[in-house]
């Protein structure tokens, strides 16, 4: 038989692969407000909630507060970098306001780790103790992660239209919970566990949302030009802009 460790390992590496891909799903969403060189109706929260959850995570793995995790480590570091560039992108692009926004809450983001990491090495000063401390703080930022896609759920359901909720983004937001949450059981971790179940809940719940709401959603259009039918009863010609369907 398996071991639990092996079991463990095994679903990690799958967690990790998946959270790549949950890391890479926006990349039609960047590529769309790159070519428009606007963010649209886009919301940051989702990636600024991330960058925090990432950093939290990142310090979790290290040797000095959880040993034994780099299978946390190493996803969350390559999330930091891809959530970084994702945020940088976001900021050239939008609005005056909402960059200003952005800025201040990485401003607040980068204190409050600077706090955490200096509070966490200088007052506790065993593994157990450090785990716990972030572990805390990890279960509480990875549910406003997971739940950062609920003000996006709710235009959902106000415009009945899942334009800007993509579906690749929800698919892997749920097996990405579904898949760490079963590390986290294999060998119990608190910590892992909470955060992760809620991921799965509200991943489901926007793949629920965007099944409803996938056919009400409306269609983008494009105008083609096409020449006039002459009939004998035509005095002029010209083109007519017509509107076809996507």
Request: hydrophobic residues 50%.
């Amino acid at each position: 038989m398996v071991s639990a460790n092996v079991a463990r390992n095994i679903v990690g590496i799958i967690g990790n692969v998946i959270s790549f891909g949950l890391f890479l799903s926006p990349v039609p969403t960047f590529w769309r407000i790159y070519k428009a060189k606007d963010v649209e109706e886009f919301k940051p929260d989702p990636y600024l909630a991330t960058l925090m959850n990432c950093l939290l995570w990142f310090f979790y793995g290290l040797p000095i507060v959880h040993p034994n995790s780099t299978l946390v480590l190493t996803i969350n570091g390559i999330g930091l970098v891809i959530e970084g560039a994702y945020i940088i992108m976001f900021i050239i692009y939008a609005a005056k306001n909402t960059r200003w926004k952005m800025l201040g809450v990485l401003a607040i983001e980068a204190a409050f780790m600077a706090a955490v990491v200096a509070g966490v090495l200088v007052g506790a000063h065993t593994h157990e103790k450090r785990s716990m401390i972030v572990g805390i703080l990890c279960v509480i930022f990875g549910s406003i992660m997971y739940a950062s896609p609920l003000t996006i759920m709710g235009k959902v359901i106000r415009t009945k239209s899942v334009e800007y909720m993509p579906f690749f983004l929800s698919l892997v937001n749920f097996l990405n919970g579904l898949c760490w949450m079963g590390y986290a059981l294999i060998k119990f971790d608190i910590y892992i566990t909470i955060p992760n179940a809620l991921g799965t809940i509200f991943g489901l719940i926007q793949l629920i949302l965007y099944g409803y709401y996938y056919r009400s959603t409306p269609k983008k259009g494009k105008n083609v030009e096409l020449p006039t039918v002459l009939t004998k009863n035509a005095v002029t010609s010209g083109d007519v802009s017509v509107t076809i369907e996507k």
